[in-house]
Each structure stands twice: as C-alpha cells, then as structure tokens.
C-alpha cells in the first residue's frame, strides 16, 4: 500500500511539474509585426494627447501602477503624484509636444509585455523616451515611461559644469 500512495504521488508531482514546466515556455501566439504596430499607434496617440492638452485621454493611457520619470533627477512620479503635478500643464493647455523621430519595439517571452525606446522631437530638441508596455484587457497601456534628454557627446563636460553644484548636493542626499 505505501508503495502505490509513494507510486501516485511521485507521479503527480511529475504531472504537475511538467504542466508547471509547459506554463512556463508557451507563449502566448500573437502577430508581433501588428502588435508592433499597435504599440506604435498607442505611443503616437498618447503623445498627441498631451500636445492636445487632453488630460484623461492621455492618463487612460497609463496603467493604474504606472510610473513616469522625467529629466530632472527628482521626477520619479507614481501615476497619481504624475497626475497631480501635470494638471496645471494640461489645465493651461501648456503641455508638451513630442513626435517619434525613430522607435525600436522589443517584446517579452509571453508577448503580454514590450519595452520600448524612441527618440522624440521636442520642445527640448530630441530626447529619449523609453518604457514598458503592458496589455491589459486587450490594450496596450503604458506601465512606466522614462524620458531623458540628450547631451552631444562633444558638449558633455559644458553641461556637467552648469548641473554639477546641483546634483552634487542631490547625491549626498542620496547617499545617505
């Protein structure tokens, strides 16, 4: 009798590792080519939300846990700190304008989940924009959004002498 029950259960624990084992590898089927497209349309309609100043079309585009982090190196905003700091902007309708110069899309292995960078013309001249998308309900929403500006390499000692005396003072703080 402890043999069978010893036999049943090193069986199921077989089955089970295998189903485990099976969940793990299959991806889920999807058209990358159109779902890069896809993507690439939300991220346009997304920036054109906020040149719009339309402030509930351009959120709807972020995940409830999404985070957003700006240029300046203290901008590391949840969703709803990144909502209360933007609504001055869209409320004044001086928002930003960004247009993708250039896009490169990567998917993860069950292709639910893309990460993306872009450099984007803006008012600031051209940026990088990165981020995670995500799809929830069919939709791809964006679950963090990164965007950096760009430094020539040939003006970059120019630009560490005007940010030194400020970010000096942040990394201490930091540090701590």
């Not at 069986?11 to 690439?40: F, H, R, W």
């Not at 402030?55 to 190196?73: H, I, L, M, V, W």
């Amino acid at each position: 009798m402890t043999k069978i029950i010893f036999l049943s259960a090193f069986a199921l624990s077989l089955a089970c590792c295998k189903n485990q084992k099976q969940m793990e590898t299959t991806a889920v089927e999807v058209d990358i080519p159109k779902e890069k497209i896809t993507i690439a349309s939300m991220l346009d309609s997304f920036n054109v939300a906020a040149a719009n100043a339309d402030y509930q079309k351009y959120f709807d585009y972020y995940t409830e846990t999404a985070t957003f982090n700006g240029t300046d190196a203290t901008e590391n905003w949840d969703k709803k700190a990144f909502m209360a700091w933007a609504k001055p902007f869209f409320d004044k309708k001086t928002t930003w304008n960004f247009t993708a110069l250039k896009r490169n899309i990567y998917f993860g292995k069950h292709n639910d989940i893309a990460w993306f960078e872009e450099l984007l013309n803006t008012q600031m001249k051209i940026c990088r924009g990165s981020g995670v998308v995500v799809k929830q309900e069919g939709k791809w929403k964006v679950a963090q959004y990164v965007l950096s500006t760009t430094i020539p390499n040939d003006n970059l000692d120019a630009i560490l002498t005007i940010k030194s005396p400020i970010e000096d003072s942040l990394i201490k703080v930091l540090q701590k």
